[in-house]
């Protein structure tokens, strides 16, 4: 009859709750999983929307128009488009490593997303949930690796392809990805110095503390080199050098078809998102907003997650936006804009920081 | 270390850029060798669109051949039409009347801006201003609608004719170009905010590609590429045809011949075209648009088709007197409608007639005569017709049909002999030679199209470069390969 008593006789109940415990924290997990998943799959798919209605309304036309109300199943329409297109493999590619380069880049952006906090902790049914799926302390740091991880995708892609475009594309990614990364990594190190932590819920709670509420106006010189740098990180126009359209054809996935494709395709826009958040959150106080901006009555009702998708948002905005301005750089000039004046002022940020966190 | 020279043998990436590429403007090949990113050599291949217009002209009659002409540059086939016109007017010596020169000055320069505002729009999205692109599309579009209300047609126009041009102009024409000439400034200022001081642009575009004026003349170069090295060398001031003589524009040049120069004398050629356009339209004379030379223009249909027979065709009859039933015109006849015995006088089967005149240009006895609105009439009315008095019009509308079969049959009969004529198509400058053996078709028809030429300038240009490079010099030099492999 007393099995729940029988159970806690044997197993002790110390453990029991211990077992319980992890219990919740791994249905948690998994339930935030599916989620951050999904949503930022269906992001993915009309983030495409976006930015094809947004560029399209920006060069005099409409955009996506035909599918659903004002092209509104457009995504959903190219999703499954390229889900059943013929999966073409050249002959001489090499089989496995062109097998496997989309999943890591796709792999590496999603492993990514784990890290990002959507807003601050908070407790349902006595539950303590965190903002983020890993609330890691060393989250800057991860990410980076994982950013790194993607130029293996697009390396072995170029590489494994047999193609002298996709070769030529894989090449100038690669060299591109590790000149920025390091331009990315440093303008952070100022971020780093003033939040004292490389956890990314630390560096929002820090601006939550401090007198300015957005790291971006002490760290001003760093938040310019990060925004550069992010949009060379993720291939984008004026840097989309990897995939220049006119010159390598599509660059490194010039060969890939069908889902493969469409792999690189979520892997860039997961990216996308990606460097988009990083900005939000450390720069731009990611679910918080400044103390003399909440002084403003009703605005404390808003929901912390929808400060910081408005702040996502408003950066993807500004991709799309320089997209539709700016022509292209070319190979060298890229490099020189990265090694020349981004590190440089980088550096010069971190120096500054330093000498301003000592003295005060 | 020469042992590991030896064994790792070091070579040049060798890449085939095209016939299948996005930024290659069609078809053209270029075999680049690069050093890395850098450009070692360069080998243009042409004539993936070769269709042999040259060849075709030669089996064609002059006013036939025109419109293989259109297919040449297709991005701006009115001012091709218009060389074409320039040169067998010259060879066949007549002049177009003035209006006709006039308006054929307007539209070479509409013509004029729509090929510049495509090169500017593909030349941009090649270094990655993609916007610009479609800027330069929707006023494109404009003028393509305008040349829609002078002739109906928006690519392979066909407009000018030996002679003249097709049809005249109407107020609400000169109206709506008024309209875009007065919009289209504010139009260049937009693109020009977009690049023209555009940090990226300038370095994409400042000392790349650099010719000195005496390379860039010594290559062969014309029209605006040529003029961006500061050679101020162009066919409507140095050799003016059409109206050119008679309106007032500038010919910008460039100093230091890179894309960047090429570049800026093209967005001045937008202001000059539209200056010129403005003079054209102040200045448009009043009178025909065909010149009037029976032997070498189409005589005009409304005279053709006179007003006393409004709606029934003109047909043919064979007089059984002079008719000696030799049975060449059955011969002739696509349509087997003329039958008889031989040595008896032929009859026409008037349904099955097409009217075509093979069978009046055959007979060698004038059996044939043209009834004027003869057709569905039986035998006894045309007799009818023929033996009552012909009212004037009417004699002069069937004169007419007479001369528009002997024109079509031999074609503009042109006095034996050669000649070069070169016009400033907006590429640069599009030159017809013809051999003629005194017949209605060229014995020889040449082209020098400046695209051809352009792109052997293409390895200078190139080397030494990087690969993005390629493209602007691909974009500065503004070819069509329509043009280029004819």
């Given amino acids: 009859m007393d099995i729940v008593g029988t159970i806690q006789n044997t197993v002790g109940t110390e453990n029991l709750h211990a077992l319980g415990r992890f219990g919740i924290d791994f249905g948690v997990i998994l339930l935030k999983i599916v989620v951050v998943l999904g949503v930022t799959l269906l992001h993915v798919a009309y983030a495409t929307y976006f930015e094809r209605k947004v560029i399209g309304h920006m060069q005099v036309r409409l955009g996506p128009m035909r599918v659903g109300p004002h092209g509104l199943l457009q995504p959903i329409a190219d999703g499954l488009k390229l889900f059943f297109k013929e999966d073409i493999i050249p002959t001489e590619v090499d089989r496995p490593v062109f097998y496997l380069s989309p999943i890591i880049f796709m792999g590496a952006a999603i492993a990514s997303l784990s890290f990002i906090p959507f807003t601050r902790s908070f407790e349902i049914f006595g539950v303590n949930i965190t903002g983020s799926i890993a609330n890691v302390n060393v989250a800057l740091l991860w990410l980076f690796a994982f950013s790194g991880m993607g130029v293996y995708g697009i390396f072995m892609s170029g590489w494994s392809s047999n193609s002298k475009y996709a070769f030529l594309g894989g090449l100038r990614s690669t060299s591109q990805v590790i000149s920025?990364?390091?331009?990315?990594?440093?303008?952070?190190?100022?971020?780093?110095?003033?939040?004292?932590?490389?956890?990314?819920?630390?560096?929002?709670?820090?601006?939550?503390?401090?007198?300015?509420?957005?790291?971006?106006?002490?760290?001003?010189?760093?938040?310019?080199?990060?925004?550069?740098?992010?949009?060379?990180?993720?291939?984008r126009t004026p840097f989309d050098m990897p995939e220049a359209e006119t010159e390598l054809v599509a660059g490194y996935f010039t060969e890939y078809s069908g889902f493969r494709m469409a792999l690189f395709f979520l892997g860039e826009y997961i990216g996308m998102f990606i460097m988009s958040s990083l900005v939000a959150i450390c720069y731009l106080g990611g679910w918080t907003m400044p103390w003399y901006i909440m002084k403003i009555p009703l605005l404390s009702y808003v929901p912390g997650v929808i400060w910081f998708l408005m702040k996502v948002y408003a950066f993807i905005f500004f991709y799309y936006w320089i997209r539709a301005t700016l022509p292209r750089y070319r190979y060298d000039q890229l490099m020189g804009v990265g090694w020349k004046i981004l590190i440089p002022l980088a550096l010069a940020n971190i120096l500054a920081t330093g000498l301003f966190k000592i003295m005060f | 270390m020469e042992e590991v020279e030896k064994i790792l043998e070091t070579r040049e990436l060798n890449v085939s850029m095209g016939p299948q590429h996005p930024a290659t403007h069609g078809v053209l090949r270029l075999i680049l060798d690069l050093d890395g990113e850098r450009i070692v050599?360069?080998?243009?291949?042409?004539?993936?669109?070769?269709?042999?217009?040259?060849?075709?002209?030669?089996?064609?009659?002059?006013?036939?051949?025109?419109?293989?002409?259109?297919?040449?540059?297709?991005?701006?086939?009115?001012?091709?039409?218009?060389?074409?016109?320039?040169?067998?007017?010259?060879?066949?010596?007549?002049?177009?009347?003035?209006?006709?020169?006039?308006?054929?000055?307007?539209?070479?320069?509409?013509?004029?801006?729509?090929?510049?505002?495509?090169?500017?729009?593909?030349?941009?999205?090649?270094?990655?201003?993609?916007?610009?692109?479609?800027?330069?599309?929707?006023?494109?579009?404009?003028?393509?609608?305008l040349y829609e209300e002078v002739c109906g047609a928006r690519l392979t126009v066909t407009y000018p004719r030996i002679g003249g041009v097709r049809n005249d102009i109407s107020q609400q024409f000169i109206d709506s170009l008024s309209k875009f000439l007065d919009e289209f400034p504010s139009r260049i200022l937009e693109y020009e905010t977009l690049i023209d001081q555009n940090r990226i642009w300038l370095q994409r575009t400042i000392g790349i590609g650099v010719l000195t004026a005496e390379e860039a003349v010594s290559w062969g170069l014309t029209g605006p590429t040529l003029r961006g090295s500061g050679v101020p060398y162009d066919v409507?001031?140095?050799?003016?045809?059409?109206?050119?003589?008679?309106?007032?524009?500038?010919?910008?040049?460039?100093?230091?011949?890179?894309?960047?120069?090429?570049?800026?004398?093209?967005?001045?050629?937008?202001?000059?075209?539209?200056?010129?356009?403005?003079?054209?339209?102040?200045?448009?004379?009043?009178?025909?648009?065909?010149?009037?030379?029976?032997?070498?223009?189409?005589?005009?249909?409304?005279?053709?088709?006179?007003?006393?027979?409004?709606?029934?065709?003109?047909?043919?009859?064979?007089?059984?007197?002079?008719?000696?039933?030799?049975?060449?015109?059955?011969?002739?006849?696509p349509v087997g409608a003329i039958t008889g015995e031989k040595k008896k006088p032929h009859k026409i089967n008037q349904d099955i007639c097409l009217v075509c005149g093979n069978c009046y240009a055959t007979c060698k006895f004038k059996a044939l005569f043209l009834v004027p609105g003869g057709h569905g009439l039986?035998?006894?009315?045309?007799?009818?017709?023929?033996?009552?008095?012909?009212?004037?019009?009417?004699?002069?509308?069937?004169?007419?049909?007479?001369?528009?079969?002997?024109?079509?049959?031999?074609?503009?009969?042109?006095?034996?002999?050669?000649?070069?004529?070169?016009?400033?198509?907006?590429?640069?400058?599009?030159?017809?030679?013809?051999?003629?053996?005194?017949?209605?078709?060229?014995?020889?028809?040449?082209?020098?199209?400046?695209?051809f030429i352009h792109a052997g300038a293409l390895p200078r240009l190139c080397v030494g470069h990087l690969v993005a490079d390629v493209i602007a010099n691909i974009g500065t030099i503004d070819i069509v390969l329509g043009e280029c492999d004819r």
């Fill in chain 2, 236 to 333: 409507r001031k140095n050799a003016p045809y059409d109206a050119y003589d008679q309106v007032e524009f500038e010919v910008p040049i460039g100093s230091e011949g890179d894309v960047y120069d090429r570049y800026r004398c093209r967005m001045h050629e937008f202001h000059q075209s539209i200056k010129i356009i403005r003079q054209c339209i102040e200045k448009l004379p009043p009178g025909p648009v065909m010149a009037d030379e029976a032997k070498f223009t189409f005589p005009p249909k409304d005279a053709m088709f006179p007003v006393t027979h409004p709606t029934k065709q003109h047909a043919f009859y064979i007089q059984e007197k002079p008719c000696k039933g030799c049975g060449m015109c059955r011969r002739a006849c």
């Fill in chain 2, 41 to 145: 050599k360069v080998t243009p291949h042409v004539g993936y669109l070769h269709r042999g217009i040259e060849k075709l002209g030669e089996s064609l009659n002059y006013f036939q051949a025109l419109p293989l002409t259109d297919r040449l540059d297709y991005v701006s086939a009115m001012s091709n039409n218009i060389g074409y016109c320039v040169a067998v007017e010259k060879l066949l010596g007549i002049e177009a009347p003035k209006r006709a020169k006039f308006i054929r000055t307007i539209v070479g320069e509409m013509s004029r801006i729509a090929n510049h505002l495509l090169w500017l729009a593909t030349h941009a999205l090649d270094i990655g201003a993609m916007t610009v692109f479609l800027y330069c599309f929707r006023d494109r579009e404009w003028i393509l609608e």
């Fill in chain 2, 378 to 451: 039986s035998e006894e009315e045309m007799q009818k017709i023929l033996e009552s008095p012909i009212p004037d019009d009417v004699a002069n509308a069937s004169k007419l049909f007479l001369d528009h079969f002997t024109y079509v049959k031999k074609g503009p009969v042109a006095p034996k002999g050669e000649l070069y004529v070169a016009t400033e198509v907006p590429k640069g400058e599009l030159g017809f030679y013809f051999v003629s053996d005194g017949t209605g078709k060229p014995f020889r028809m040449r082209l020098r199209s400046p695209s």
């Fill in chain 1, 180 to 235: 920025y990364e390091i331009a990315l990594g440093l303008s952070l190190v100022g971020v780093m110095i003033m939040a004292g932590s490389l956890n990314l819920t630390e560096i929002v709670k820090a601006q939550e503390n401090s007198v300015y509420g957005f790291f971006a106006i002490p760290q001003f010189a760093g938040f310019i080199v990060f925004v550069i740098a992010a949009v060379a990180e993720s291939n």
